[in-house]
Nanobody, 127 residues
Framework: VQLQACGGALVQAGGSLRLSCRAS????????MGWYRQVQGKERELVAT???????KYSDSVKSRFTISGDSAKNTVYLQMNSLKPEDTAVYFC??????????????????????WGNGTQVTVSS
């Protein structure tokens, strides 16, 4: 399973960006997809996650400014970021908890759950 994230850019404070992340590979179902961010020298932190039942979770620092959404048919998750602040500057990583297909034989599907990280996409907010 691969996660491909894109959408990062340089933007002025107060501006908006939309990140997207598409999962591909031997996917049976996706349990959770989400976004984390990391500033150099600091730990990676949760930004927002969404379950397959569309239950969302946000960090307090982005609540009311960022919105996570998904397209299950495309195995894609989006992060709409509004009212960006310089402190939002970070590398944003996509994460997914996936039920990966092991085999399918005689109408029997076997799978296992595994967690994946995508490539990072740089978001820079200038003041």
């Amino acid at each position: 399973v691969q996660l491909q994230a894109c959408g990062g850019a340089l933007v002025q404070a107060g501006g908006s960006l939309r990140l997207s992340c598409r999962a591909s590979g031997r996917i049976f179902t996706i349990n959770t997809m989400g976004w984390y961010r990391q500033v150099q020298g600091k730990e990676r932190e949760l930004v927002a996650t969404m379950t397959m039942n569309e239950i969302t979770k946000y960090s307090d620092s982005v609540k009311s400014r960022f919105t996570i959404s998904g397209d299950s048919a495309k195995n894609t998750v989006y992060l709409q970021m509004n009212s960006l602040k310089p402190e939002d500057t970070a590398v944003y990583f996509c994460n997914a908890d996936v039920n990966v297909i092991d085999s399918y034989h005689a109408d029997t599907l076997s799978y296992h759950s595994e967690n994946f990280w995508g490539n990072g996409t740089q978001v820079t907010v200038s003041s």
